[in-house]
């Protein structure tokens, strides 16, 4: 088993001698995700969890030209060249520069790894080049490369992660625990969202009640409900991407007292989650641990972000 949240990073978005710095956090999954009856419907709910993404751009003034590494980074490498544009458009001077981006969260498993890069290379690239980064024109930015998860504000968001524009702010938990499973493989969030949704008009009417539940869940602080909305949520994306692992996922959830099943749905990753503050914590995540790996082998312990209110700014 490993617990893995690497080091706080010290600011969303710091400059130091000329060089941008950015960070973005993970998420595991999403408590929600599904389609809403009306207009440009599909939507997620966050779950933040303690990984990392941190960009740095050193920038060159009076050279076009953007580097990226690792150079896989290519989605970032498209924001970064972007934003140097909009520089130039201000001051008349060519700007390019070097941006590094370095991650502790798995490519391709659910885990808004794509996501966070992009938002701490926003971040990063506008620090070096004094080009404000307000979460609006970070996603009208976003829009034009992804679907992207909320990861851009410090909270539990609903948010339209096709079409890149915050739904409403939930709020706040108290810190929980996922005990986590990876199927194997990766997906790709751009293919991903080119499925057809098979959700009936009932389905939508269903998400919809489930994303009232868990606005109010997240308001009283009630983790048993929001574990009853995110099994239910995992269980009704069993229609577009199946994961073999939910079922027994579900019974050692019941099992070890958790509170349930968050799963990525558009990735490769489920997960028990358990109140940290339980006093039979210890011994919930060690059975949980244990039983988890006997089924898939690795497991990764995570620990979900709690903000402070007020966190959000625009």
Same mark, same amino acid.
């Given at each position: 088993m490993s617990q893995e949240a690497g080091p706080r990073p010290r600011a969303a978005g710091a400059r130091?001698?000329?060089? @941008?710095?950015g960070t973005a956090f993970g998420t595991f999954g999403e408590l929600l995700q @599904?389609?809403?009856? $009306? $207009?440009?419907?599909?939507?997620?709910? #966050?779950? %933040?969890?303690?990984?990392? #993404?941190?960009a740095t751009f050193r920038p060159e003034p009076g050279v076009g030209e953007v580097l990226v590494r %690792?150079?896989?980074k290519t989605k970032a490498l498209q924001l970064a060249r972007t934003i140097c544009e909009l520089a130039e458009l201000r001051t008349g001077v %060519?700007?390019?520069?070097t941006l590094r981006v370095n991650s502790v969260i798995p490519e391709g498993k659910g885990l808004a790894s794509s996501s966070a890069d992009l938002v701490a290379t926003a971040r990063a690239v506008g620090q070096a080049l004094d080009v404000a980064m307000p979460p609006s024109r970070v996603e009208r930015l976003l829009a034009d490369i992804e679907p992207t998860d909320g990861v851009l504000y410090p909270a539990i968001v609903a948010f339209h992660h096709r079409t890149v524009r915050l739904r409403g702010i939930l709020g706040?938990?108290?810190v929980m625990a996922v005990v986590g499973?990876? $199927?194997?493989?990766?997906?790709? #969030?751009?293919?991903?969202?080119r499925i057809p949704k098979p959700f009936t008009l009932a389905d939508r009417h269903e998400y919809a009640r489930l994303l009232d539940r868990l606005a109010c869940a997240v308001r009283r602080r009630d983790l048993a409900e929001v574990g009853r909305v995110a099994t239910r949520?995992?269980?009704?994306?069993?229609?577009?991407?199946?994961?073999?692992?939910? $079922?027994p996922m579900r019974e050692i959830c019941r099992e070890v007292g958790g509170l349930g099943v968050a799963v990525a749905h558009s990735g490769t990753t489920l997960g028990i989650l358990l109140d940290t503050a339980d006093p039979s914590y210890t011994q919930r995540v060690s059975a949980a641990a244990q039983a988890c790996g006997e089924l898939a082998g690795g497991v990764t312990?995570?620990? #979900?972000?709690?903000? %402070?209110? @007020?966190?959000?700014?625009?």
């Open positions: 130091s001698a000329g060089i @941008g710095v @599904g389609v809403l009856p $009306e $207009e440009d419907g599909d939507f997620l709910v #966050t779950l %933040p969890v303690a990984r990392w #993404t941190m %690792p150079d896989r %060519p700007v390019g520069g706040s938990l108290p499973i990876d $199927e194997g493989g990766s997906v790709d #969030t751009v293919d991903f969202n949520s995992a269980q009704m994306n069993q229609l577009l991407r199946h994961k073999r692992s939910l $079922e312990v995570y620990r #979900t972000l709690s903000f %402070p209110a @007020g966190a959000v700014r625009s």
